[in-house]
Nanobody, 123 residues
Framework: QVQLVQSGGGLVQPVESLRLSCAAS????????MGWYRQAPGKQRELVAT???????NYADSVKGRFTISRDDAKFTVYLQMNSLKPEDTAVYYC?????????????????WGQGTQVTVSS
């Protein structure tokens, strides 16, 4: 069974940095696009950044120039380096990946989500 396990996050002051990690494990056949989303209190979940198997990235306008997404395919892991954090970055962050489970006879990719991690930016 495939699962995504997140680490990192916590409480930081404005302009500080944090790094989130998300590792996939289980009966993985292949991993495609990986990404990060976030959900602030009272708001809908929104895209933060994605990265394809070829390394192409896409960022929300609000984080461009401050956040960097990367992946290590040998470790089935995606990272989010967050610099110059702002109070408005406060949210629960979720990783996401499109994965083919080798135990799934259809061998069709489906979306998996991490458990979520709280990031709080406050002075």
């Amino acid at each position: 069974q495939v699962q995504l396990v997140q680490s990192g996050g916590g409480l930081v002051q404005p302009v500080e940095s944090l790094r989130l990690s998300c590792a996939a494990s289980g009966s993985i056949f292949s991993i495609f696009t990986m990404g990060w989303y976030r959900q602030a209190p009272g708001k809908q979940r929104e895209l933060v950044a994605t990265i394809t198997t070829g390394g192409s990235t896409n960022y929300a306008d609000s984080v461009k120039g401050r956040f960097t997404i990367s992946r290590d395919d040998a470790k089935f892991t995606v990272y989010l380096q967050m610099n110059s954090l702002k109070p408005e970055d406060t949210a629960v962050y979720y990783c996401n990946a499109d994965i083919i489970d080798r135990a799934d006879k259809s061998l069709s990719p489906r979306a998996y989500w991490g458990q979520g991690t709280q990031v709080t930016v406050s002075s």
